[in-house]
DNA sequence: TCTAATAGGATCATTTCAGTCCGATTAATC
DNA sequence: GATTAATCGGACTGAAATGATCCTATTAGA
């Protein structure tokens, strides 16, 4: 019942993307770097997210990533689930034939509605959002800026 | 990101309680055969609920589980989290010490209001609603009783 | 005492998770 | 065209969680 760390990776690196919204292409090991994360596997996180069309990669020298989509575009929600897949909360609802016993269907419908809930709260805030917050927060704590990193 | 086999297990045997509760006590097996579960491993998801206090458990002969409460004083959140723990959609509030970047920590927000979404939405519905809502639904789908099983 | 039950520790198979390795591919630059 | 710097993507691996099962011990009613 909790999100996997591919997904935490993934999130990081997508609100990195969104934090430096302004630069063209970053690379996979500046990002991997700044956000704390091995850099090999966020290879994996970013196909995934370029397969949901929420970063475009260029290859060869020179290359990175790149948000597909305008920042206030893209939901949080739509950048776990990329990675996670959609979100169910318990098993009954994503395989309905596991659950040919109608006995405890009435749980279902709470689960369901739970579900609902968190698709909602998570669909409802976008990357530019998370991203000003960031920003300010940042801002707020140390004088130097953010944008340095090794070397 | 979905409630585990054991937790699933769990609601079925407090359901089938709560939906029983005129009876005084009632074996393992009949609850694992009437709720479709393996019986040894509803053993040990029923050792979990006692110790959370929501079961109570006799041994020895003609021995059995019964609610520890009435059912309209056991909510579905204190089933579950008696068996998967208390409910953390990510690592970060969990475990505070492995978000010292506070990089993300924007993010975190969200992940605490969606968390205290669902569980206050699994702590507001109670057993005795479900089980009610569970015997109305029975009722109108067959015509023999529900309480028969393997002889 | 016998028997029917659960307790609970040990064990096991499978799956998932998290991550690494490495050759293939792509593309900019020399 | 060769070199070089990057990602791609499949294979692999170790560790942990999950979903059980087995077996002995214990409990308590008959």
Redesign the pocket.
């Known amino acids: 019942m909790r999100l996997?760390?591919?997904?935490e990776?993934a999130i990081r690196c997508v609100l990195y993307l969104a934090m430096h919204h302004d630069r063209e292409l970053i690379?996979?090991?500046e990002i991997a770097a700044a956000m704390d994360?091995?850099?090999?596997?966020l290879?994996?996180v970013?196909?995934q997210l370029?397969k949901a069309g929420i970063i475009s990669?260029?290859?060869?020298?020179?290359?990175?990533?790149e948000l597909a989509k305008r920042p206030q575009d893209i939901a949080l929600l739509a950048v776990i689930e990329a990675i996670?897949g959609e979100i169910f909360l318990n098993d009954c609802i994503h395989r309905p034939h596991s659950c040919d016993r109608q006995t405890i269907c009435s749980v279902h419908q709470i689960w369901d509605k739970a579900r609902r809930q968190l698709r909602n709260t998570l669909g409802g805030v976008t990357l530019a959002e998370l991203a000003a917050r960031e920003k300010r927060a940042c801002a707020g704590r140390s004088r130097e800026q953010p944008h340095a990193l090794q070397g």
């Open positions: 996997t760390r591919a997904g990776y690379g996979r090991k994360m091995p850099a090999q596997f290879g994996k970013a196909q370029a990669i260029r290859q060869g020298s020179q290359g990175g990533y996670d």
